[in-house]
């Protein structure tokens, strides 16, 4: 089964402290996996994708196949990265991205 | 300079009564997707438009329907909406083969009266 699991809804944090938001995945086969953001009123769009091995707004993600994992990290987080967070995989027809439920990340000073 | 716009943004339909939610999109992309995204979960894919060809995910109910016309326009279709297909409906549009970058509308609220 094809399945993403982000097991925290929100994470709450201050400026400055380092984040992790965290993605575990199903998946047979070698992963395709993402990272998409949703600021407040605007919309969801693509933050980093774990191929390019790039980091985006000083964030990166490392695909950890043995803990089935594709965590988001960030050494010290600013206010304006709150928002939703989404890990997102594509499928293994590679024709649509399964999403996980999101987790709401708040940054405060 | 919008790229995918979805209208209207708050839909308010009756129980029963069939609703068409639109999608438009000046990016020239192959492929449309329609996602259903219900409160605190994951936005779930509907169907997709790869050019022409229609692509029904195999747990999407009947009641659910999508035309496109053209590259640039994408319909949904609730034919008799119930209570439970209140929702935010999430299109988005991507290049042929490139599904893991897609462009998002932002969204149109359905509530079910």
């Known amino acids: 089964a094809q399945r993403v699991t982000q097991p925290e809804k929100l994470l709450s944090v201050f400026k400055g402290a380092p984040v992790e938001l965290k993605c575990n995945y199903s998946y047979s086969g070698s992963p395709e996996l993402f990272w998409y953001v949703q600021y407040s009123r605007q919309r969801l769009q693509l933050l980093l994708r774990?191929?390019s091995r790039e980091s985006i707004k000083g964030f990166t993600a490392d695909l950890n196949k043995g803990e089935t994992s594709f965590h988001l990290k960030k050494p010290f987080a600013q206010e304006e990265d709150s928002a939703m967070y989404y890990c997102a995989l594509l499928n293994q027809a590679g024709t649509a991205l399964i999403f996980g439920k999101g987790t709401t990340l708040s940054v405060s000073s | 300079d919008a790229m995918v716009i979805q209208n209207p943004r708050y839909q308010v339909t009756q129980f029963g009564k069939p609703v068409t939610l639109s999608c438009s999109q000046t990016?020239?992309?192959?492929?449309m997707y329609w996602y259903q995204q219900k409160s605190s979960q994951a936005p779930k894919l509907l169907f997709h438009?790869?050019?022409?060809?229609?692509?029904n995910e195999a747990d999407t109910p009947d009641n659910f329907q999508s035309r496109r016309p053209n590259t640039s326009f994408c319909f949904l279709d609730i034919r008799s909406p119930g209570l439970g297909d209140a929702a935010m409906y999430l299109c988005?549009?991507?290049?042929?083969?490139?599904?893991?970058?897609?462009?998002f509308g932002p969204g149109t609220r359905l509530t079910v009266t």
């Open positions: 988005a549009t991507s290049r042929g083969g490139s599904a893991y970058e897609q462009y």
């Open positions: 774990h191929i």
């Open positions: 438009y790869y050019d022409k060809d229609f692509n």
């Open positions: 990016l020239n992309h192959n492929v």
